[in-house]
């Protein structure tokens, strides 16, 4: 016990594991694991150059990078550049604010929600709306032993999934009744203007 | 080419993309074979992750055929099967000189925190990723191994990312011969985890979670001891009593931002009033003896999780962590599939056409039909 030197007997025997595991043992030296020590430093030139920094990727647009970056890297990711109101905030972020900010991390995660309602706006309008229903993959609920899969077990996130559900509903609902009542309003004010 | 391509949380669909091109010199286009749905791709899933931009392509776990590289390539060809890290890394930056491949500094202008990783977010570097019939390999000379023609190409989709994490996880944890690990979470890191504990000569290891289901797998795959926390109460008390009082002498979270067994915490996090849910973390601070490791593999966002942190200072424990530098533990883990002490592709347990991506989101984030690895199989191949 941990009152006394010696460490109590609460593991296995190491010889009989050995025996019974296959591999028990194979890396039982830490210094010769892959990643011992943590920092192993072997300097390399950079790939496809006979100089110690990397070709640099071409800039086709104004590419956002975190202030705590000195420059642009030489290469980076091309997909979704920002754009719309969800992209004027993104570039605020990044521009004003470090990672080391709140403010940095809520600003995109604001973005997020925005470039969201962006998106279901603009791919109304291009004929091709959001499907719920498909997008969430709710046909796994008819082949994945749904039933099976949540009662009778001990799963412990059934106590937050009417939090879930919720949560993800309530947006399509406060959407649903936003559309609903803008609608009205502009048909109220239309009835308004044409017959005084 | 097709793509899947978020739209917003909880759902993703299948679009027509246009084409990965070449961006750089030492860039590649894969045609991919194999992708995988990972438990962190759950994270970006449920719109945790800041800068998730809505037409981003996931998936940072593949293996494919070279389709086209870049005018410096050197060490691929047209043809050649490969299997590619999740980190994408230079090999020669400060951190990769170093041989901490997944804090690589060329690769992500978004965020100096964390390296390029494919398909997660903007917030690691915006690059689309491999839930996709093709996709663009930045550093093709550096990251991508050839499969070796003895290895399944299942082992090989496994081995991009959740077999050495994983290992990595026991790894940091810096198990002695006989020592007694505590691993939270049965989801394919925790398996593989548990595995490699054993090959660092661990004398006990334990694997907690509350699916039944990953606990059986567990106890046949990973031949450990498993609990189910919400059978047992107080988990970190009866670990105590399990362990006669003193403590594991290590401890690996492999659930990361979403653990669940504490419903404020839970809830605190779906408000994205904190970035994560650190319950299995905290569990692995006091489960942990004094003195002893904690390591932590479990993914987390950038901003604050409430962590015990006066209980780990106070007890005096070393906590290494981070994402897993895959390529650093090739060799080794190849070893290890070849002489038959690891076989990764055990946990597959669905292979789901890229036309059905969204289904088998739906299915592993409510954790459905007893899933535990989901691969994802691209039309093109």
Same mark, same amino acid.
């Given at each position: ?10 593991? *296995? ?55 705590? *970056? ?56 291009? /004929? ?19 039933? #099976?899969?949540?009662? /009778? ?36 004010? #239309? ?6 | 080419?097709?793509?899947?391509? $978020? ?43 800041? %800068? ?38 230079? +090999? ?8 901490? $491949? ?25 690059? %689309? ?82 699916? %039944? ?19 047992? +109460? %107080? ?55 004094? +003195? ?68 088998? $989101? ?20």
């Amino acid at each position: 016990m941990p009152y006394t030197s010696e460490k109590p007997a609460i593991a *296995h025997d190491t010889q009989q594991l050995r025996q019974t595991i296959p591999g028990w043992g194979a890396d039982l030296d830490p210094r010769t694991r892959p990643a011992v020590p943590k920092e192993n430093y072997v300097p390399r030139k950079a790939a496809g150059t006979n100089g110690d920094f990397p070709e640099r990727q071409v800039e086709r647009y104004e590419r956002e990078k975190s202030t705590e *970056h000195k420059f642009l890297t030489p290469v980076f990711g091309t997909s979704c550049p920002p754009r719309g109101l969800s992209g004027l905030v993104r570039r605020l972020a990044y521009r004003r604010y470090s990672e080391g900010r709140s403010a940095h991390w809520l600003l995109l995660m604001l973005a997020d929600r925005i470039d969201v309602m962006e998106s279901i706006a603009t791919a109304a309008l291009r /004929g091709r709306p959001d499907n719920p229903v498909t997008e969430m993959g709710l046909l796994a609920e008819l082949k994945g032993n749904a039933f #099976r899969s949540r009662f /009778g077990q001990h799963r412990n996130d059934w106590k937050h999934v009417p939090f879930d559900v919720l949560m993800f509903s309530g947006k399509w609902f406060l959407a649903g009744a936003a559309i609903v009542g803008i609608s009205r309003a502009v048909r109220r004010s #239309r009835r308004r203007r044409l017959f005084g | 080419m097709r793509a899947m391509v $978020y739209r917003g949380p909880y759902r993703v669909r299948v679009e027509d993309k246009a084409m990965p091109v070449i961006e750089h010199p030492n860039d590649a286009i894969v045609r991919v074979t194999y992708g995988a749905i990972c438990g962190s791709d759950l994270h970006l899933y449920h719109g945790l992750m800041p %800068d998730t931009r809505v037409g981003m392509t996931f998936g940072h776990e593949f293996t494919g055929v070279v389709e086209e590289v870049g005018s410096s390539v050197q060490h691929l060809k047209r043809g050649d099967r490969v299997m590619v890290p999740f980190n994408i890394f230079c +090999g020669s930056c400060f951190f990769c000189s170093r041989g901490l $491949y997944s804090n690589c500094h060329n690769t992500n202008p978004n965020a100096s925190a964390v390296g390029g990783i494919y398909g997660y977010s903007h917030t690691c570097g915006g690059y %689309d990723g491999a839930q996709a019939e093709f996709v663009r390999v930045p550093f093709a000379d550096v990251g991508p191994s050839i499969i070796p023609e003895w290895m399944d190409e299942e082992d090989a989709v496994l081995l991009t990312d959740a077999c050495p994490t994983g290992y990595q996880g026991a790894e940091m944890g810096d198990i002695q011969e006989g020592d007694v690990v505590v691993v939270f979470g049965a989801g394919p890191v925790g398996l593989f985890a548990a595995k490699s504990a054993w090959l660092m000569g661990a004398g006990r290891v334990i694997v907690i979670d509350h699916l %039944d289901y990953r606990l059986d797998v567990a106890r046949s795959f990973a031949n450990a001891e498993t609990l189910n926390f919400t059978q047992v +109460g %107080d988990i970190v008390q009866h670990l105590k009593e399990q362990t006669d009082y003193l403590g594991a002498d290590v401890c690996i979270d492999a659930v990361g931002a979403e653990a669940d067994g504490a419903l404020g915490q839970v809830l605190a996090n779906k408000l994205k009033l904190q970035a994560g849910s650190p319950v299995a973390l905290n569990w692995a601070i006091d489960s942990v003896r004094k +003195g002893g490791n904690l390591s932590v593999v479990g993914a987390y966002g950038p901003l604050f999780s409430a962590v015990k942190f006066g209980d780990a200072m106070n007890k005096g424990l070393t906590i290494r962590s981070n994402q897993c530098s895959v390529k650093r533990h090739w060799p080794r883990l190849f070893e290890h599939v070849k002489n038959g002490h690891l076989k990764p592709s055990e946990i597959v347990t669905h292979r789901i056409p890229l036309e059905h991506i969204a289904e088998g $989101y739906h299915l592993f984030s409510s954790k459905l039909d007893n899933v535990i690895k989901p691969l994802v199989v691209a039309k093109a191949a």
